[in-house]
């Protein structure tokens, strides 16, 4: 009988793809096991082992696959169940998923190795010009790839020169995949076996006792080893005895020290013994056990919790009672949240058992979290992770933790699948039958609606721990302080007065200003031009510390210009402020203290952010101003005054969920206001003090909020009572994409009437060359969803069907946030 496989290749085509395979290789294979492939003309592709079987495809011929890459399955069935989900959800294909959750060193590649013929030495006079370059470059590496070939000869064609030097035998040339992933090898030293009898070693002892740094070396090397009763790292060594690698290096030439490599994690944590968790006060238990007696009944809670009221210390005994079941524990929070603070402050409980799982990690530190899952290593039991890590192979979850659940990072935006990690996560949790716990002080409106519904469980904590009083909140108009002349810059009198206080009492501040950059727009004051980027519909920039103007979606940059380009004027004006502005203003104000500035320009780097934190802890820094990475569950002592800049640009942002977020983000911000013994003090800035939101931030009412907003929601058919599916045409050609969104938009009405919006060219409707246009798909409550899903694939079938409109992109977005 012949054998097949059906994989998931990992590309953006809806269907799974047959693969003709021989008994032997049924046999072996599994699903979730990982093959190479070829596929279309030339290209070899990792895919996942779906399914095994007897049925050959009725439209095309099986072919062959390459290779078995695995020994056991790297991919979970739960895994391929929940990637199946995020599919049909999200409306994209299972191999965007497929490629979002692997670990690219697990993605192989294939590329073609061009190495020296060690059997043959080939003179250089044999050799044509372009053929000797590559044959001197192989002296100095040992291998090379189509793709240095070109960058040597600095041409595209190079496969003639590579034919050539073949047929001299100069070359050999191999199609190999390989894998990307190395385990880290870490160096051991022991004495050489020789040394083992006492009457050898007192020997070696005494001849070395010339050689007085190599002896030190072997006496740490005894120290050592008696102490931890572990083989002995040579960076260990050379740390005790003080000795350079060269000694140690040295005594192995000799013959005396013997060196050998263990392969090692490279996410290993280092710390001490674990330390118990803290006693909970009288609040954070009462909301425990709510939490726990709403488990009885509901999957999903939803914790309530001000600022700074301990939600994480009730998170620690949750995970503590999952742990002693014997099950996983997942921790979601939003990529910038991550930060060294939480995590020690989490291995301090649990050591060993938790695993980080990162985007700013190494591809091989992903990898090994991977591995460790798979294994269901005691490593892996507290999964702390972004968005990504609902991708993981889990084994026995039992508790999903989402932190901040309303943060708007969890919602993936590019590329597919564009999914929401807080209701990925939900699924994940109901496929293990396990608990979701979702966190925040400023909750969703998705999320308490759910509550409202009796969809989800629900528990307040309305005290700060310790009894540390609610931030006092005040308003300041500018306004008025504009007409009466009381504005320094962009500093009100009011908030000067504060910084000023604050300083002297020794204390820190915050400032808050929703936009990085000097001042994100520069106006010729004569004619009204502002220079835009050619590639983008928006207008460049300014940033100070480089004297630049810079696109924020594409990256073009230029040197900030001195006269206007349109009409040669000299008076050129910046309009609005960043961050960067702010900071300036800042250190001309306080030109005593020390001023640093958070957003992200300046905290790129695997590190860039902690250190800021760091210096934020250590109080190397008095005035922080930031973007909102400052809202981000940081908890710092001793800062008492929080600034925001400017509440009116957040309020104004064209998007229906901005007056929500802006509540989320001003309370959050807020919340990094004395978090001890003195109670902190919020300055808002704006224009409009008696704005409702503002009203709202000021008496820390979500429920007035909540209402409110919903009340909108209701009136203008939005989310969470109508749902969205957002549909962008993408194209270079303006008419083009007019002409496509016309008609995808005039089909959709045929089906669901008013209920859809636009075409519409969003704010800035063109990104790298191309046009977007926008459509927006609304559905009500009652509605299904799977039968208005399969309406738009079949829309978008017969739109992509027609031959003009082939080329252009289309990108549906399912929860559009
Ligand atoms: P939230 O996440 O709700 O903003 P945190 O969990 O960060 O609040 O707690 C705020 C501060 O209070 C932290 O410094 C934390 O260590 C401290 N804290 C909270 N609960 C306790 C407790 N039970 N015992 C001691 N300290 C606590
Ligand atoms: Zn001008
Ligand atoms: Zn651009």
Redo the contacts with the bound molecule.
Sequence with gaps: MPNFIDVILPIPLEKLFTYSITEAEANFLKSGMRVSVPFGKSKIYTAIVHSIHNTAPVVYEAKDIHQILDETPVVTQTQLQHWHWISRYYMCSVGEVMRAALPSAFLLESETIITKNKDRIVNDEDLKDDEFLVYEALHHQSSLKIQDLMSILDKKNVLPVIKRLLEKNAITVEEEIYEKYKPKLVRYVKLHSSFSSEKALQNLLEELGRAHKQKEVVLALFSISAQTKKPVKVSDLTNQSGASSTIVKALIDKGILEEYFIQTDRVQYEGEENESS????EH?EKALEQIEESFQSQNITLLH?V???????IYVKLIEEVLKQNKQVLYLLPEIALTTQLVDRLQNYFGEQVSVFHSKYSVNERVEVWNNMLDNSPKAQVILGARSSVLLPFHNLGLIIVDEEHEQSYKQFDPAPRYHARDTAIVLANMFKAKTLLGS?TPSLESYYNVMQNKYGFVELNQR??NVMMPDVELVDIKDKHKRKRMNGHFSDRMIEEMTETLEEGHQIILFQNRRGFSPIVECNTCGHSPQCPNCDVSLTFHQYKNELRCHYCGYHMAMQQQCQACGSVEIDSKGFGTEQVEEEVKALFPNHKVARMDLDTTRGKYGYEKIITALEQQEIDILVGTQMLTK?L?FRNVKLVGIMNADNMLNFPDFRAHERSFQLMLQVA?RAG?TDKRGKVLIQTYNPYHRILQQVSTNNYVEMFNEQMNDRHNYKYPPLYRLIKITLKHRDFNKVNFAADWYTKSLRQVFRDNVLGPEFPPVSRIRNLYHKNILVKIPPKQSLSKTKEAIIKINNSFQSVKDFRPVRVVLNVDNY
């Design positions: 803290k006693q909970l006060n954070q919790g600022t700074s009221s301990g939600k994480t210390e002080a721990y310790n569950g908890d919340g978090r």
